[in-house]
């Protein structure tokens, strides 16, 4: 599903190396999970992947089903089926939530050639996918992000995950500030998603994410680079030992 | 004091051959030979004028009306039952215009309120204009009161239940217009006026608001899509007890608009709104919106919102002021000016003033100028929304506040569709 090649990113404005070489490949309907240190290139690498400008890509390659996601825009990477739930999901006031599902959701299915969906239907679509992660007809019409608690905000990325239906979805910390419902309610919402055609790399610190959401394979990110690979039982190690440890292993 | 010579000299330029409509009552004559004499005092606006400094009055000093091209699509209030009354070339067009009858209204051609030897407009008519003028000269203002000939007058002695919309239509690509509407709105009394069309290459409007105690005056009003507009327009309210004036106006594309907003806040407990969104597209777009809102009375609230969207050499301005004299204690003042910039072409201009003479007073004043947020871009753009759809969505939210100044959903509704088709058509 992707597949990522020697990728190396460096800040455009200033001279500076972020990933330094990161090879990754995520089969269909697997999840992976990768962790790492504060600073390690994790969320870089989720922009990088979706597009965001601020990076340059001075070597390596990122696929998506043998496509080429480096040289498109972040729209039709979307389009083409890759979804990023940000660390920090953005406020936009003056944009309302619906508003903003269903724009998404039309330029998609138009980007593909597929029917747009009315405000009915799409309204439908929306009121059964809120209910699960329970999402509020009141939060649907507020202004994207803005006044929601954290929690909030972490379920709304995963509402429009269930809703744009992608199949390669990228997950940066959307454990983080999360109560123990709430990781519950998202943790449902993404194995509701899990399905032979859909896969996750999903980015965490912590491994209680890994309790409800478990993974294929975990990774360990560290100063730009995956450090090493494993089944469930890494996640485990870095849990009780801390990444010092593992980080001294490598070396 | 003597006019310099380069004022003196434009005046006499654009006024030669003009004289102050014929017939009328001699109250009405009476007026119009005192506007022109002011207006002659005064002088017409140069550069250097202090409210002129950052918008060039060339393009209304020229004494040949400029030729503009007729716009086919002027976006109007179609969805709106409304009681019509149409201006084409700047002369009232009886065949395009409903009857003039409303209950709770009583409306007249201005044509015919000024013929009249008894007539309530005798004691308006000029009279809010020239208390304007207290501190500042509002040139163009006056030039309406002296040459005007139609117009629209509305008295409301009840809540009119149906807008009235005054449309102007163009069929002669020179055509210069000077319209006057007056309005009177009684104790207790509710109006709404929708202004909307092209008017005319060179478009003069004056509008007059007088209103009583406890009465409620809107207007809504829609500039665009003429690409090769110049208007120049004036509002005059004077606000009596616990009365409310709000007014908006959507300005699309026009070469050279400048809109004025002068209130007086007389009555205790009076509210004031008035806002304006302006988008514009190119070097020879420029918008300005001069407001000047006096509070002379005690709690009363007045309100400016004010966004301009601007990009490819596009100038905004704005110029407002909030000015509170002594006696007007529990004053609660608020203006906002802000632009989007959407490239590096763009420019606004801003000149928020504050006067305070009284000690109970809340105002604030804030002016910001700005590109699109590019962190929200993104996240639009990641979510599968094509970066000018992404674009049109911010700009639609950064003039929602102004758009919400609107206070009938419809109205507000209308225009935002307006909104949306510019930014479809992209300008
Ligand atoms: N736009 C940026 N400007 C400056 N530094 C950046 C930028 N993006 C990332 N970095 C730096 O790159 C490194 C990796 O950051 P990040 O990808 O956010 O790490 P992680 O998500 O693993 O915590 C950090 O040192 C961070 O400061
Ligand atoms: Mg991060």
Redesign the pocket.
């Known amino acids: 599903m992707l597949k990522i090649s020697g990728l190396k990113v460096k800040?455009e404005?200033?001279d500076?190396q972020?990933l330094k070489g990161v090879d990754l490949e995520v089969g269909a309907g697997q999840v992976h999970a990768i962790m790492?240190?504060?600073?390690?290139?994790?969320?870089?690498?989720?922009?990088v992947l979706s597009g965001r400008d601020?990076?340059e890509v001075t070597e390596g390659s990122a696929e998506l089903e043998g496509v080429d996601l480096l040289d498109m825009e972040p729209e039709e990477r979307a389009a083409a089926g890759l979804f990023l739930a940000f660390?920090y999901p953005v406020e936009i006031p003056g944009v309302g939530n619906m508003t903003f599902l269903r724009t998404a959701y039309n330029a998609q299915r138009k980007a593909r050639g597929e029917e747009e969906a009315s405000a009915a239907e799409f309204l439908k679509i929306v009121r059964e996918k809120a209910k699960d992660l329970k999402i509020d007809a009141e939060m649907l019409k507020r202004p994207v992000n803005v006044g929601f608690s954290g929690g909030e905000k972490k379920r709304n990325e995963i509402l429009q995950m269930a809703v744009l239906e992608p199949k390669m979805c990228i997950l940066?910390?959307t454990d983080s500030g999360l109560d123990v419902d709430a990781m519950k309610l998202v943790s449902d919402g993404v194995n509701a998603l899990r399905n032979e055609g859909r896969s996750f790399l999903v980015?965490t610190h912590y491994q209680r994410l890994l309790d409800h959401i478990t993974p294929d394979v975990v990774h360990i990110?560290a100063n730009?680079r995956i450090v090493k690979s494993g089944g469930p039982e890494l996640a485990l190690e870095v849990e009780k030992n801390g990444y010092a440890d593992l980080m001294d292993e490598v070396q | 004091m003597a006019l310099a010579q380069a004022k003196s000299d434009a005046t006499e330029a654009r006024l030669s051959g003009m004289q102050i409509p014929e017939g009328g009552a001699g109250w009405a004559r009476a007026a119009r030979q005192d506007a022109l004499d002011r207006l002659t005092g005064m002088g017409l606006p140069q550069r250097r004028d202090e409210y002129w400094r950052f918008t060039n009055p060339a393009e209304f000093l020229k004494p040949e009306t400029p030729r503009a091209e007729i716009a086919l699509d002027a976006p109007g209030f179609d969805d709106t039952d409304v009681l019509r009354v149409v201006f084409t070339d700047g002369v009232f067009d009886a065949e395009a215009s409903d009857a003039l009858s409303q209950e709770g209204l009583e409306i007249e051609r201005f044509a015919d309120a000024v013929t009249k030897h008894i007539h309530w407009i005798k004691g308006l008519l000029g009279v809010l204009e020239t208390a304007g003028q207290d501190r500042v000269d509002r040139p163009f203002a006056t030039f309406n009161t002296a040459f005007a000939e139609d117009g629209v007058v509305l008295r409301a002695t009840g809540k009119v239940s149906k807008p009235v919309h005054v449309e102007y239509r163009r069929s002669d690509d020179t055509a210069e217009a000077v319209l006057r509407h007056m309005v009177r709105v009684e104790d207790g009394a509710e109006l709404t006026l929708l202004e909307s069309g092209v008017g005319a290459s060179r478009l003069n409007t004056g509008l007059e608001v007088d209103i009583a105690d406890r009465g409620v005056f809107h207007h809504v009003r829609m500039q665009g899509r003429d690409h090769e507009r110049r208007a120049a327009t004036h509002v005059f309210a004077r606000l009596g007890e616990e009365s409310t004036f709000k007014s908006f106006t959507l300005s699309l594309n026009g070469m050279m608009t400048r809109n004025e907003v002068i209130i007086t806040l007389k009555g205790d407990d009076a509210v004031a709104h008035v806002a304006g969104a302006a988008l514009g597209d190119g070097r020879d777009f420029h918008h300005d919106d001069t407001v000047f809102i006096t509070h002379d009375a005690v709690n009363c609230e007045s309100r400016q919102v004010f966004k301009k969207v601007l990009r490819n050499g596009a100038t905004g301005v704005f110029q407002g002021k909030i000015l509170v004299q002594p006696d007007a204690q529990k004053t609660d003042g608020y203006q906002i000016s802000q632009s989007l910039l959407l490239d590096e072409d763009a420019n606004f201009l801003a000149k928020p003033e504050l006067e305070i003479y009284a000690d109970d007073v809340q105002c604030s004043h804030g002016s910001t100028s700005g590109a699109i947020d590019e962190t929200a871009l993104f996240y639009l753009k990641s979510r599968g929304i094509p970066e000018d759809k992404a674009q049109d969505l911010l700009v639609l939210a950064f003039v929602a506040e102004a758009l919400a100044e609107i206070e009938d959903e419809d109205l507000a509704e209308t225009l935002r569709t307006q909104l949306a088709g510019w930014l479809e058509r992209r300008r």
């Open positions: 800040l404005e200033e500076k972020i790492g240190p504060n600073g390690s290139g994790k969320s870089t690498l989720s922009y601020g990076y660390q940066d910390e980015i990110m730009g």
